[in-house]
């Protein structure tokens, strides 16, 4: 009887599966950033010629290949490619309705957004603008999980947005976030915080409004002052407009800079 019960296996710990998720997400956020198939994600590509012959080294930049997401026209006319490039990193701060617009024109062509750590996101504004609330993703408490979360989501989705609510993120950590988003061709859009070395960043505030006269009247148009600065690019400013035409709300380049600027409104966050 001995000889046998030394020769029993022992049975293996059963996780629950709580357990096995939480052991899952872990892996998954610690796994270097690698490009889909075998090989390591480089700085270049090497494009082949149609015909499947012996290629011709054409050396591309691995950013020059991606796909562009959509953004708001006027927007799209500060930005050297006219929109926002998958596997990039943009920081977005100053008025709210910026961030809102770039995330209408993402769902309504399409994409699908997951937003971390903003329970105050105009939900309302958004749906206003013309936005596909049924590919948006929420997780608006993820307490001090919220750049392991992004770095999870971002294996899905299109944009990934986290709201730092104030904090800062270290560059180390940055840059492996930042490292999984282009090995996975998903934008991450960072607002409300700190992050190191961003590739695009947006700046806005509002400048003026439209349809009032003398304190009366009915508010049809919000004028936001837009700056755009990345790497390979200077800074760009515009003025646009956010307006009401017959329910509708558009976003039209503002050409006359004399407006004159007044206090944001409230209605306008």
Known sequence: MAELSDQVTPVPEVL?????LEQLRRKMASIPARSDGTEPTTPSVMLRPVDEREPTPIV???QSTLRMLPVPKPIGDLLPRGGLARGTVVSVDGAASV???LLVTITAAGGHVAV???????LLAFHEQGGDLAKVALVPQPKDAGIDCAAILLEGF???VLGLAGGAVTPSRGRAVTARARSKGSLL???EGQWDGPDLRISSRVSGYSGLSAGRGRVTGIQLD??????????RTGRMEIRDETGQLRWVTVE???LVATPPLMAAQ
């Open 16 to 20: 629950s599966k709580a357990e096995k």
């Open 60 to 62: 591309a930049t691995a």
């Open 99 to 101: 961030l809102i617009g």
């Open 116 to 122: 971390i750590g903003m329970p105050g996101l105009g």
């Open 158 to 160: 299109d944009v990934v």
């Open 189 to 191: 859009i960072v607002t």
């Open 226 to 235: 837009v700056a755009a600065a990345g790497k390979g690019f200077q800074q």
């Open 256 to 258: 006359d800079t004399t």
